[in-house]
């Protein structure tokens, strides 16, 4: 017989909301299980229930606001820590660029519930997305995602001559970090002194641990695309928010 499971955890799982966002749901007796509102945190349900939800949860989910960031040096992507500012802290309507297309009006109340979809270093830029949709945080760094991402490094090789084709090979596949094998990357050469890099995973500061175990010392890391959301001309220290009709 199929285990029961939480409420919020099989919401999740139907890509309905994050579990933050059912657990919100279901407390204000916005979700119906089999027809019957379920309004008890920690409730369980059998996969084969069906699950619906009161119009006030999509009409309020529509609502949220996903913020794209070109990430200057210097910010976190995530809490304040160690004295330096969070990524969200730029998001204030002068930093907005001029150039965004979208008809979102800037409130105070978006900046709620707004968290970071990934990471991105201290000591590299590019883009960075925020989100107070809880699925788009599932979409991008959930366990089973297959969003890639893209980066270009400027490297320096750090012994003699030039980085071996066998190497170059083993950053597309074949390096391990933490125990395990890393995932196949996407690695080639833009020019002489700069690397693309694309990734379906992100572990912390792996492309510079990769780059580490072939012997190039990382000069810049940039985030040029996620999925098929681009950086574009968006300026640095900059941000815009993400159009009805892109998706990643």
């Not at 919401?11 to 309905?16: A, V």
Request: with cysteine.
């Amino acid at each position: 017989m199929t285990e029961p499971l939480r409420l919020s955890k099989r919401m999740s799982e139907l890509g309905l909301c994050s579990r933050r966002e059912a657990d919100e749901w279901i407390a204000r007796g916005w979700v119906r299980v089999d027809g019957k509102v379920v309004s008890e945190l920690g409730s369980k349900v059998l996969p084969t229930q069906r699950i619906t939800v009161e119009r006030q949860a999509a009409a309020e989910q529509s609502k949220r606001v996903t913020i794209l960031i070109n990430k200057p040096v210097g910010y976190v992507s995530g809490q304040a820590e160690d004295g330096y500012t969070p990524a969200v802290a730029l998001i204030k309507p002068e930093n907005r660029w001029a150039e965004d297309a979208s008809r979102e009006q800037f409130h105070p109340t978006q900046l709620r519930s707004l968290v970071p979809c990934g990471r991105l270093d201290i000591d590299s830029v590019g883009l960075l997305v925020l989100s107070q949709d809880g699925r788009i945080a599932k979409h991008l760094i959930g366990e089973t995602t297959s969003v890639d991402k893209e980066y270009l490094v400027r490297v320096q090789y750090t012994k003699p001559g030039k980085l071996p084709d066998a190497d170059l090979k083993k950053l597309n596949h074949g390096l391990w970090m933490d125990g395990k094998p890393l995932l196949p990357a996407k690695v080639r050469w833009q020019n002489e002194d700069q690397l693309s890099f694309t990734l379906r995973e992100g572990k912390k500061r792996q492309i510079r641990r990769m780059c580490d175990m072939v012997g190039l010392k990382v000069i810049g890391l940039k985030r040029v695309r996620i999925g098929k959301v681009k950086l574009g001309n968006l300026p640095e220290g900059q941000w815009r928010y993400l159009t009805p009709d892109e998706q990643f």
